[in-house]
C-alpha cells in the first residue's frame, strides 16, 4: 500500500506531499488542473520512459518519491533486497515492522533519468519491477495488469479456486519429476559414446591405483624413511661418536679415545664411596650419580643398537622407497597432492563407475517411468482444462453482470481456453480473456476493439470479480468514468468501494458520484499568476466541508451553490451509508 506519495517540479505541479488512505483514494479537479500529473508520477514509480518535457518550465529537474508498505513475505520486498536496497526495521511504533520501501525517480530538464530504491541508486528496470509488484495501473494508454497470456492464465486459475489449486500443485510437482528424469535420459542416450569413454577412463585410472595399493599417510612415512636412509653415513657416525664419548664405544673399534662420561662418573663415584657415611648430603649425591651412570649406560646401549640397525639396513631398502615413492608420486601429479586425495578420488570414481556401467538398465528405467507419468500428465492436464473451462465460463458470467451495472449491457467477456500438443508447467492449455464490446462484435484480445474508457471499465469489472482471490496492493484507474454518467456512473462509484474492500484503490475521476463514495478525496486546483507568467497547481487531501464545495463544482460548476452543495451532501451521505451498510 502506497502510504505517501511526495511531487516536486512536475508538470504544473510545483510541490506537493500526499498522504494515502488505505481504501479509495479519488483525484479531482478541473480539466487541465493537473489531475493527469498524479499519473505521470505513478507512472514514472513504476518504470515507464521520462521525457524532459514533464519537467516543470523553469526547473533544474522533477521528482517523485513515495514510501510504500510492504509484508515481510512480500516478493517485492526480496526483489528490492537483491537490488542492495537498505532495509531494516521501524520500530517508532509500538511493535516493530519492516521500514517502508522508498521507491524514488528524478528526471533531468535534459531528459536524463535517476531511479532509487531504499537509498539505492537502481536503474529504471529495477524500479519498474518492483513497482509491478505492487502497483497495477489501468489507464488510457492501455496499462493492462493482464494483458500478457501469462498474466490472463495466471487469474483464471486464482479464480477457479482452492480445489483448482490443489491440483495444478500435483500436476507441477509430477512435471518437475517427469522433467528430471526426461533430461536424465537424455543425458545417458546423448552423451551415450562420451559416457562410454568416461567409464573406460575411470576403469584404467582405477586399475592403475589399487595395482600401487597405497595406505593413508604411506607418502609421508616413506619421505621420513627415505631422508633417514639417505643420511645413513651422517646417522652413524653421530651414534657411534655419541657412544664412544658416553661408555668408550667397542673395544675393537676404539684405539686411545681418551676419558669417556662412564669412565668419569665412576671415578667421581669412587672417590666419594670412602666418605659415604660421614656425611648424609654426599651420599645422596652419590646415589644421584649412580641414577646418572645408568641412564647414561642405557643411551649408550640405545646409540649401539642404532647404529647397528642402520648397518642392517643397507641400500637395498632405499632403493625399494625409491621405488615405491616414484609409484605413489604418478598417482598424487594425477589424483591429489596427497595420497588422501587419490584415495578420496578414487572412492568417488567407483561410485561414479557404477552409475556409468549400469546405464541400459537405468535407460529401461527410465523410460518405464517416463512413460507412466506422461500419461498421468495428460490424464491431470484434461482435467485442469476441464476445471479452466468451467472456471471460465463462471468469470465470464461475472464479469458479464458487472460490465452491465457499469453501462456496457452488451459487453461480453470470452475466457478461451485451447488445447496445446505440448505438456508445459502449467497443463497443456493455453488461455486467453477476449472481449466483444457490443452485441454482434467479434471477440477480440483485450486491449483491441474497445475505447480507452471501455477497456478501463471492462478492467474494473475484472478486478473486482477477482479482487477475493488475488491480493494486489494497489490499483490505479484514469478517467474510468470516461462517457458515463447518471445510475451507471454510481455503480462505478460502487465497485470501486468494493475493490477497495480488498486493496487501495487510487481513481482519476470527473465523477461527483464515484468520488462520493472515497474514503480519502484528493483535489488537483490550479492557480495561475498572469503578472508573474506563473502557474502552479495546488495537490491536497479535502476535509468534509471541502468536499462538499468540490462535488457541488463537479456537479454544478458552483461551489457555492446552496442546492449543490445540498445535493453533493447528500451524495456523500448516501455513499457512507451504503459503505457502512456493506461493511
Known amino acids: 500500500m502506497i502510504e505517501h506519495l511526495s511531487i516536486s517540479d512536475l508538470g504544473v505541479i510545483e510541490r506537493a506531499e500526499l498522504d494515502l488512505a488505505p481504501g479509495l483514494n479519488v483525484v479531482t479537479g478541473e480539466t487541465g488542473a493537473g489531475k493527469t500529473m498524479v499519473v505521470t508520477a505513478f507512472g514514472l514509480l513504476l518504470g515507464a520512459r521520462s521525457e524532459a518535457s514533464t519537467v ?62 531504499s537509498g539505492r541508486a537502481v536503474p529504471v528496470s529495477v524500479l519498474g519491477q518492483v513497482g ?59 552423451h551415450e559414446l562420451e559416457r562410454r569413454r568416461e567409464a573406460e577412463h575411470l576403469q584404467q585410472a582405477l586399475e592403475a591405483i589399487d595395482a600401487v595399493d597405497p595406505v593413508p599417510g604411506e607418502d609421508a612415512q616413506l619421505k621420513a624413511e627415505s631422508m633417514r636412509l639417505e643420511n645413513i653415513e651422517s646417522l652413524r657416525d653421530a651414534a657411534r661418536t655419541a657412544q664412544t664419548a658416553l661408555s668408550g664405544g667397542d673395544a675393537a673399534e676404539v684405539i686411545d679415545a681418551g676419558p669417556n662420561a662412564a669412565e668419569l662418573l665412576e671415578a667421581a663415584a669412587s672417590s666419594l664411596s670412602a666418605v659415604l657415611d660421614q656425611d648424609q648430603e654426599l651420599a645422596e649425591i652419590s646415589r644421584q650419580l649412580g641414577e646418572v651412570s645408568a641412564l647414561l649406560s642405557d643411551a649408550a646401549s640405545q646409540l649401539g643398537v642404532y647404529a647397528a640397525g642402520l648397518d642392517e639396513t643397507g641400500p637395498e631398502r632405499l632403493a625399494e622407497i625409491h621405488s615405491r615413492r616414484a609409484e605413489i608420486d604418478k598417482l598424487l601429479r594425477l589424483y ?4 588422501d586425495d587419490v584415495l578420496a578420488w578414487a572412492s568417488a570414481s567407483r561410485e561414479r563407475l557404477s552409475t556409468l556401467q549400469s546405464d541400459s538398465d537405468r535407460i529401461e528405467e527410465l523410460g518405464a517411468a517416463l512413460q507412466q507419468l506422461e500419461s498421468d500428465l495428460w490424464t491431470s492436464a484434461a482435467e485442469l482444462r476441464h476445471r479452466r473451462q468451467q472456471a471460465g465460463e463462471r ?44 452485441s454482434g462484435a467479434a471477440p477480440l484480445p483485450l486491449g483491441k476493439g474497445a475505447s480507452g474508457g471501455e477497456l478501463s471499465r471492462v478492467m ?18 484514469d478517467e474510468v468514468d470516461a462517457g458515463v454518467g447518471g445510475k451507471a456512473a454510481v455503480q462505478i462509484g460502487r465497485r470501486l468501494a468494493a475493490l477497495a474492500d480488498h486493496a487501495q484503490v487510487i481513481v482519476v475521476t470527473h465523477l461527483p458520484q464515484v468520488a462520493a463514495y472515497a474514503d480519502n478525496h484528493i483535489r488537483v486546483h490550479k492557480t495561475s499568476d498572469a503578472t508573474a507568467g506563473v502557474t502552479a497547481s495546488d495537490v491536497r487531501s479535502l476535509d468534509h466541508q471541502d468536499r462538499i464545495g468540490e462535488l457541488a463544482r463537479m456537479l454544478a460548476g458552483q461551489e457555492d451553490s446552496a442546492s449543490a452543495r445540498a445535493h453533493a451532501d447528500e451524495l456523500l451521505t448516501a455513499a457512507a451509508a451504503e459503505t457502512a451498510g456493506s461493511s
Open 132 to 190: 509491478a509488484e505492487l502497483v497495477t495501473v489501468h489507464g488510457q494508454s492501455d496499462q493492462l495488469r493482464l494483458k500478457t497470456a501469462a498474466a490472463q492464465r495466471a487469474a483464471l486459475d486464482s479464480y477457479a479456486g482452492a480445489e483448482f489449486a490443489q491440483l495444478l500443485a500435483d500436476f507441477q510437482e509430477k512435471f518437475e519429476t517427469y522433467q528430471r528424469k526426461k533430461a536424465e535420459l537424455e543425458e545417458i542416450t546423448v
Open 395 to 438: 468469470l465470464g458470467e461475472a464479469v458479464a453482470g458487472e460490465l452491465a451495472a457499469l453501462a456496457m449491457p452488451q459487453a461480453r467477456l470470452v475466457v478461451q481456453v485451447e488445447t496445446t500438443d505440448q505438456l508445459i508447467q502449467y497443463g497443456a492449455d493455453t488461455v486467453e480473456l477476449l472481449l466483444s464490446p457490443h
Open 336 to 339: 591429489g597432492p596427497e595420497v
Open 460 to 477: 474494473l469489472a475484472l478486478e473486482v470479480v477477482l479482487a477475493e482471490q488475488q491480493q494486489t496492493g494497489t490499483f490505479i484507474f
Open 56 to 117: 516543470r518550465s523553469g526547473a533544474a529537474k522533477a521528482a517523485v518519491d513515495a514510501e510504500v508498505h510492504v509484508p515481510d513475505d512480500h516478493p517485492a520486498r526480496a526483489r528490492a533486497a537483491e537490488a542492495g536496497a537498505l532495509l531494516g526495521e521501524d520500530d517508532t511504533g509500538d511493535s516493530p515492522r519492516q521500514e517502508p520501501l522508498l521507491l524514488g525517480r528524478a528526471v533531468s530538464a535534459k531528459g536524463r533519468s535517476r531511479a532509487s530504491l
